[in-house]
């Protein structure tokens, strides 16, 4: 049976939910030691990544509900001197602004929870020194291709972005599919991702991950 673009953009909105569905209630059943452990060695694979060592401008996300932790590593990134952005998300437009933060004093809890940037605080991120983004998701494909909360966010943020800008996705093994994702023509594929078992290399060899 053929589908209409209309019915195939539903048909791609259920099952992207029912993805979300089964990957969150994984994340739910990790331990908190093993969300831990498996975390730690996600980090420790990036930061042993050229990407990273050869990054002086980063960007990257404070992570929650059991996403892997990202907390260590924006604390790595300052002690090794990066210049570390954090997104603030505008509800009302969809829209994501980075700012320069330097600790976590500067964050505030609003949208959802999450721990955005004040703004009166920081300084907004100029686009043109941004040398690496770390991109949020529920699930991914090995193609790069991902399942974030819904909302569009960082799609439409990774569409105006230079191909210079590496984009990397953390995530545990069990959030990579082996199959591919359903995909609209808005969605934006990451170049690595990492997990506590693998680097993905999604763009064929371009950052060397064996």
């Given amino acids: 049976m053929a589908y209409t673009p209309e019915e195939n953009g539903k048909q791609n909105q259920y099952t992207k939910q029912r993805i979300r569905q089964q990957i969150t209630s994984l994340k739910k059943r990790l331990p908190a030691e093993e969300w831990k452990e498996r975390s730690a060695r996600i980090k420790e694979r990036l930061c042993g990544l ?12 404070h992570s929650v509900n059991q996403e892997v932790n990202t907390v260590p590593l924006i604390e790595e990134g300052w002690r090794q001197g990066k210049t ?55 699930a991914f494909d090995r193609e790069g291709y991902r399942i974030g909360y819904g909302a ?10 230079s191909p210079a800008v590496a984009k990397v996705s953390l995530a545990f093994q069990f ?10 023509p808005f969605d934006q594929p990451v170049d690595v991702i ?9 763009q064929g060899g371009a950052y060397h991950v064996p």
């Fill in 175 to 184: 959030q990579v599919l082996n199959h591919p994702l359903p995909r609209e």
């Fill in 50 to 61: 050229s990407v990273w060592q050869k990054s002086r401008h980063v960007a990257l996300y």
């Fill in 152 to 161: 569009g966010y960082y799609d439409r943020y990774l569409a105006t972005l």
């Fill in 84 to 138: 570390i952005y954090l997104p603030k998300c505008n509800p009302q437009t969809r829209q994501l602004t980075f700012y320069k933060v330097d600790t976590f004093d500067d964050l505030e809890a609003v949208y959802f929870g999450i721990p955005e940037p004040v703004p009166e605080r920081c300084t907004p991120m100029d686009v043109d020194r941004l040398q690496c983004l770390i991109v949020p998701g529920v």
């Fill in 194 to 202: 990492i997990t506590e078992g693998e680097l993905i290399d999604c």
